[in-house]
Structures are given as C-alpha cells and as structure tokens.
C-alpha cells in the first residue's frame, strides 16, 4: 500500500471509531506517519555519539535502577557494540564493580527527543530466566518534575521466561510500576527470541497506539485513566527520549536461576523516529 493511500485509510478508520464505534482490528494500520526525523541503522562505526548517551552503574544510590536489578551497566564494547550489521546490547555474567552481572543501557536523553509520532524498531530478544529487554520513552522533563510524573512509554518489555509474550503500557501519575496500565501481546506459535520482529507505538495528541509486526494489539487514551482509583493525569503531551537496554534481575522477571545461559543478547536492526509532518 503506497503512503498516500495508507494515510487515507488511517484517518477513515479513526473517523469510523470516532462516530461508529467498533473493536480494535489487529490487521489494520491507522495513521501512517510518514517524515523520517531519526534513522540509526547500526551499519557500521561506532555508536553515534551525537544521538546516544549510556547509563552507567546500579543506578542511583545503587538500588538497581528502582527495581532491584542486579546488573552493572557499562560502556564497554562487550556490552554495547555495533557489529554485523547491527546494535548488539549483551548481559555477561560476570563480577564486576560489586555486580555478578554486566549488560548495557543507551539513550537519546538531551540529544534527541520528540512529541508524537511513530517509534519503532526491529529487535531479536535473549531468552533466559531473570533476563528483561525493553524498548521504551520517559518525558524530557524527567529532571524537572521527576518519575513518574513526566511519564513512561514501554514499546516493549519482555520476561526472558517467556519468550512468545510482550508487554507494551503506559506509567504516570496514580498508575504506576505494578499498576501501569498496558496489555501484553502473545506471538502465537513463535518466539521473540528466534527471529526479529518490529515493535512500535504510533502517538498523539490523545491516544498510544501499540504495534507488533504493525498488527495493532493495543491503543490508550485518557479514557483508560477514569477507571484509575487515583483518576491519573494524562502526561503524554511533551516530547520523549528513547531508551534501550538487556536488565538482569529485578521486579518484573526474578533473578535469574541455574538454567540460565550467559552471555544473553539483545540485536537491534534498526530504530525510526516519524513525525506527521
């Protein structure tokens, strides 16, 4: 489908929800943006320095990130490199600065950020027990007014453990860390982990929609706030920065256990950032 007849479509498919009401079609695209405003393709070089920032240690005050991660993030290339063709993000078990583990964490933060639009890319995931790759946005004035009041957008978190489920949500005030408002999305009779899939959320002014493969499994409005028992505020109106990164451990996934393979990684073909216009 060429891109002008897919916006088309996209805007007539919102009109008919708008006026007719109907149920999420996992087959169809809505609004295609269509003005590229980041391609990082990962051919070759090193990691732009003029788009990524890394994350480094346990996090602040050494707590694991807020979740109990047990990894030390570095900018080593034996966690983070460009190789073959691609961004290859990889969890080493190993002691290191106190850690058992060491894995990677980059992010766009002061250098790139954008209000609205779509955010994709291709990803294969590790597997394992305690592993947690995601690919996922906090508000730009995180430094301002802190977390979660700037807001988080998780395109895509997986437990290692289950290597056929994602899970794509939305944190902000009064619905945050375990209350998160998402959904998750079952790859039938696959796995992430055995070959490269396209996650992305296209995003405006009032609604996240949430893409597999650009099968549509998911979209949130401040609608899905009013069933909150603290009525959240709707607090993505502001331009995001990227973050990607492999986590060990930790709330959301457990440790990892004797079954476990390391070294575990995390191959990004690619991330694009549209705009409408």
């Not at 945050?176 to 039938?188: Q, V």
Request: net charge negative; proline share 5%.
């Amino acid at each position: 489908m060429n891109m002008k007849n897919n916006r088309v479509f996209g805007i007539l498919f919102i009109v008919s929800i708008m006026f007719f009401g109907c149920d999420l079609d996992e087959t169809q695209r809505v609004v295609r943006f269509d003005n590229l405003t980041l391609s990082q393709e990962f051919d070759d070089g090193p990691l732009d320095p003029a788009v990524w920032n890394f994350d480094i240690g346990r996090g602040p005050g050494g707590d694991g990130w807020g979740n109990q991660e047990l990894q030390y993030y570095t900018d080593r290339p034996e966690n983070v490199t460009i190789e073959d063709g691609m961004l290859k993000i990889t969890a080493i078990q190993e002691d290191f600065e106190g850690a058992s583990f060491t894995s990677g964490r980059i992010l766009t933060q002061g250098k790139f950020g954008q209000k609205y639009g779509r955010i994709e890319a291709r990803i294969k995931l590790p597997w394992g027990q305690g592993l947690w790759p995601a690919f996922w946005m906090l508000g730009a004035n995180i430094e301002t007014v802190g977390w979660p009041q700037c807001g988080e957008i998780d395109i895509m978190e997986n437990r290692g453990q289950e290597p056929s489920i994602i899970t794509g949500s939305i944190h902000g005030p009064g619905y945050n860390a375990a209350n998160s408002i998402g959904k998750e999305f079952d790859l039938e009779d696959d796995r992430f982990d055995t070959d490269f899939h396209v996650f992305g959320v296209e995003w405006g002014e009032d609604y996240i929609n949430y893409y597999v493969d650009d099968k549509l499994y998911q979209r949130l409005t401040p609608e899905d706030l009013e069933d909150e028992e603290d009525a959240g505020e709707w607090v993505f109106n502001q331009p995001f920065f990227i973050i990607l990164n492999v986590a060990v451990g930790g709330n959301f996934v457990g440790n990892p256990d004797e079954n476990t393979v390391f070294p575990q990684t995390m191959l990004v073909d690619y991330i694009r950032v549209y705009s409408e216009n």
